[in-house]
């Protein structure tokens, strides 16, 4: 690994996970992409590179050009740390997002090579003019250049902003992943760090959004785009975003009991656009209960446990319900479905907090040891369970005594992204909720701010 200061994308995630990440959403959105380090080099090879930028790369002068108009934007990136867009230097609508862990520039996402539809024409003039000079045959450039199809402009800032929470989701987890093997390593020979270890391991399994999902998701964007299912297509770029936003979150490690319920929501949303008929959901939660303190990403593992384990070995419809009430001086919260079940030796084991694959059972391990972490012995994680009736999780959670002072430690910690709200808003890329930024500041840039 690097010196400490200048961590690489590579020391904390597999480049071929990122790049079949960055394929999959380039593909699905209609965009090109590219990864760079924070020197502007690239760490991914481009992902769905349109023909014309081909073909101005082709010419001397337009790979010189190409070349400086992505490094500017990798530096604008970097000197911003928050997404912007801009006209690239070939007449593109471009833009750069940042790869930010704990406050640390690590490389920027490079995402474009569009013609928004609102301007198409105005677009496509400026992009000849700006390359028949470089010696490109103008019949075969404007050819290629009304072949594209345009885009709409908040689609490809939706584009730009799902893709760096995607990216940022996943070098987050490897970041924490490092981190915990680091502090492990070290705590052996000095046991005065096994406080940190603990609080490495809370951050890790905090901010973990299976990363099938986030593949599969992008696999049904792009299906819903190309069926000409537009409105599902936007369902599923706003609720995918809303939810890697929400895993970031490190401001806090609690959250009240409707923010978690909103998130479920959004996940099961994307789901059931997946599943159709086969996937129901039902929410049944105490209103008295909704602004009760809980641990922040508890809730979406044991759904997304029901979903893959009991609906999605099933053909027939899959009800998942979430309930919520008090039961003495605890919050009692079950996750149920009525799909495939377990069996009785599976359902034993995870009673006595066994669990026989870390790899097919990570989020119920994850649950599990953040609430014996988080809340000692005042909470109870319970299952019921038969096959081919289905499932039940219960979570029992003490409403008298707060967090560890392990889990109140990470609430200093800075925040990896803005914090979704919890009105239904579509919160923004940006901590201070501005949105995201078509007018960059590109004093003696070659970059065009877009009006």
Not at 314 to 322: A, D, E, G, N, S
Not at 343 to 354: C, D
Not at 423 to 443: E, H, S, V, W
């Given at each position: 690994m690097t010196n400490i200061e200048e961590p690489r994308i590579e020391d904390f995630v597999d480049l071929s996970v990122l790049q079949r990440l960055q394929d999959s959403f380039a593909q699905a959105m209609g965009v090109a992409a590219v990864t760079v380090d924070r020197e502007g080099k690239p760490v991914t090879a481009v992902s769905n590179f349109c023909r014309v930028c081909l073909m101005i790369r082709e010419t001397g002068p337009g790979l010189a050009r190409c070349q400086r108009c992505d490094a500017e934007g990798g530096r604008l990136a970097r000197r911003k740390q928050a997404p912007f867009a801009y006209k690239c230097a070939g007449g593109f609508l471009d833009a750069a997002a940042p790869i930010i862990i704990d406050g640390q520039y690590l490389g920027c996402i490079l995402c474009g090579q569009v013609i928004p539809s609102d301007s198409a024409e105005e677009f496509i003039q400026d992009i000849l003019?700006?390359?028949?000079?470089l010696g490109i045959d103008a019949d075969q450039l404007e050819k290629e250049v009304r072949a594209m199809t345009p885009l709409p402009r908040d689609r490809f800032q939706a584009a730009v902003e799902m893709l760096s929470l995607t990216a940022n989701n996943i070098i987050a987890n490897g970041a924490t992943n490092v981190a915990q093997a680091r502090l492990l390593r070290e705590s052996q020979e000095r046991a005065a760090l096994q406080a940190a270890l603990q609080e490495a391991q809370l951050i890790a399994l905090k901010a973990q959004i299976n990363p099938h999902f986030l593949f599969n998701s992008l696999t049904l964007i792009g299906y819903t785009s190309v069926s000409g299912?537009?409105?599902?297509?936007?369902?599923?770029?706003?609720?995918?975003?809303?939810?890697?936003?929400?895993?970031?979150?490190?401001?806090?490690?609690?959250?009240?009991?409707?923010e978690e319920i909103d998130m479920v929501e959004r996940y099961l949303t994307i789901q059931k656009i997946g599943f159709g008929e086969r996937l129901r959901s039902e929410i049944d939660v105490d209103p008295e209960l909704r602004r009760t303190q809980i641990p922040c990403m508890l809730l979406q593992p044991l759904v997304e446990n029901a979903v893959l384990h009991g609906?999605?070995?099933?053909?027939?419809?899959?009800?998942?319900?979430?309930?919520?009430?008090?039961?003495?001086?605890?919050?009692?919260?079950?996750v149920a479905?009525?799909?495939?079940?377990?069996?009785?030796?599976?359902?034993?084991?995870?009673?006595?907090?066994?669990?026989?694959?870390?790899?097919?059972s990570v989020g119920l391990r994850n649950v599990y040891e953040r609430l014996r972490g988080e809340y000692g012995e005042s909470c109870r994680f319970e299952v019921e369970s038969a096959l081919g009736t289905g499932t039940t999780f219960r979570l029992f959670i003490s409403m008298t005594q707060p967090l560890s002072g392990h889990a109140e430690a990470l609430a200093d910690r800075p925040s990896g992204a803005a914090a979704a709200p919890a009105?239904?808003?579509?919160?923004?890329?940006?901590?201070?909720?501005?949105?995201?930024?078509?007018?960059?500041?590109?004093?003696d840039s070659i970059l065009t701010p877009i009006q």
């Open positions: 003019a700006r390359n028949v000079p299912d537009p409105a599902s297509t936007e369902e599923i770029v706003y609720n995918l975003s809303d939810l890697l936003r929400y895993s970031l979150r490190n401001v806090s490690t609690s959250v009240e009991l409707s609906a999605e070995p099933m053909k027939r419809p899959v009800t998942i319900t979430l309930r919520a009430r008090q039961q003495g001086d605890f919050l009692l919260i079950e479905d009525d799909g495939a079940g377990m069996s009785p030796e599976q359902v034993q084991a995870i009673n006595n907090g066994q669990f026989a694959s870390r790899k097919q009105n239904g808003t579509r919160p923004t890329l940006l901590p201070d909720n501005r949105p995201l930024p078509f007018q960059a500041d590109l004093a």
